[in-house]
């Protein structure tokens, strides 16, 4: 499988977020967020790592149980460092002007939930 470097190329509609998880442990050095997904177009999971976050947004809907585990995803985008997004962000934030961010959105299908942030990159990483 050929690799996959731009967010949006990912085959988001009806795979399974299966885990997110918030690694802090060296605060303001390498604040990441990560997010395991099960494939929809293949049996593949992956972690998406979100490196270097500047800020995230977690609105999650714990009261709606969903098939056996994970939670269908409905969509996702990103937008780059000259989107309105970040143009908006930087302004409310002016010590990140200088630097090169996107912002990434993932919306769920049946609880409506959405995991949004702001980071300076990510990567994949093949679970199995």
């Not at 177009?41 to 098939?67: L, M």
Request: some cysteine.
């Amino acid at each position: 499988m050929a690799e996959i470097t731009h967010f949006d190329d990912l085959w988001w509609h009806d795979s399974v977020l299966l885990n997110v998880g918030i690694d802090r442990t060296l605060p303001g050095k390498a604040d990441t967020i990560s997010i395991m997904v099960q494939w929809y177009d293949s049996e593949r999971t992956e972690t998406i790592i979100f490196e270097n976050v500047f800020s995230a947004t977690i609105k999650y809907n714990f009261g709606v149980i969903v098939g056996n585990g994970g939670e269908p995803i409905l969509d996702a985008f990103s937008r780059d460092n000259n989107s309105q997004e970040v143009r908006d962000f930087k302004t409310m934030n002016p010590q990140w002007r200088n630097h090169v961010i996107s912002f990434f959105c993932i919306e769920m299908n049946s609880t409506g939930s959405t995991i949004s942030l702001f980071a300076q990159s990510f990567k994949i990483v093949h679970v199995h």
